[in-house]
């Protein structure tokens, strides 16, 4: 006999079985044109945002520099700011966010990890207050007590107020 009935909150089983969220977790599912539009979408993302495009963009924009410098000094600005700047900025924010992107799907497997292994050891001090539960009641009743029984409490589902 056990003082204290466990009930395994229904969130539980379910983590277990997904596993952290993945980006692929986030990609539509449905259709083909659907599945197409993001393979499509991602292929030209990894390509922008890569070093390489903005090491191409950036030779591409010095192409009509010369033209700009020719232009004087409000035609140089225009330049900077409307085909060097926008190009090349494009793809190197592109890289540094997919960097951070990187990082923080790092960051969420190690919290996954964490909670795991938080998880784990939770079940191993329930294990251990089973077996002293088990260990109490049989003193309880070599010195002729009954104990009684404690239901559990309700996990918290997150509706009550």
């Given at each position: 006999?056990?003082?204290?009935?466990?009930?395994?909150?229904?969130?539980?089983?379910?983590?277990?079985?997904?596993?952290?969220?993945?980006?692929?977790?986030?990609?539509?599912?449905?259709?083909?044109?659907?599945?197409?539009?993001?393979?499509?979408?991602?292929?030209?993302?990894?390509?922008?945002?890569?070093m390489w495009c903005a090491y191409a963009f950036a030779l591409f924009d010095l192409i009509s520099l010369p033209d700009a410098v020719r232009g004087g000094a409000a035609s140089i600005v225009s330049w900077v700011?409307?085909?060097?700047?926008?190009?090349?900025?494009?793809?190197?924010?592109?890289?540094?966010?997919?960097?951070?992107?990187?990082?923080?799907?790092?960051?969420?497997?190690?919290?996954?990890?964490?909670?795991?292994?938080?998880?784990?050891?939770?079940?191993?001090?329930?294990?251990?207050?089973?077996?002293?539960?088990?260990?109490?009641?049989?003193?309880?009743?070599?010195?002729?007590?009954?104990?009684?029984?404690?239901?559990?409490?309700?996990?918290?589902?997150?509706?009550?107020?």
């Open positions: 006999m056990s003082l204290y009935e466990h009930l395994t909150h229904p969130h539980l089983n379910s983590r277990a079985s997904r596993g952290p969220v993945k980006v692929t977790d986030q990609m539509p599912q449905g259709n083909a044109v659907a599945r197409f539009n993001t393979k499509v979408a991602i292929v030209v993302t990894r390509a922008v945002g890569s700011a409307q085909t060097f700047l926008q190009l090349v900025l494009l793809s190197v924010i592109m890289v540094g966010q997919n960097v951070q992107a990187a990082a923080a799907d790092k960051r969420a497997e190690a919290t996954f990890d964490d909670a795991s292994a938080t998880l784990h050891e939770v079940a191993q001090l329930r294990a251990h207050l089973a077996a002293q539960d088990a260990l109490l009641t049989r003193i309880a009743e070599q010195v002729g007590l009954a104990p009684d029984r404690i239901p559990a409490a309700r996990p918290d589902d997150g509706t009550s107020a």
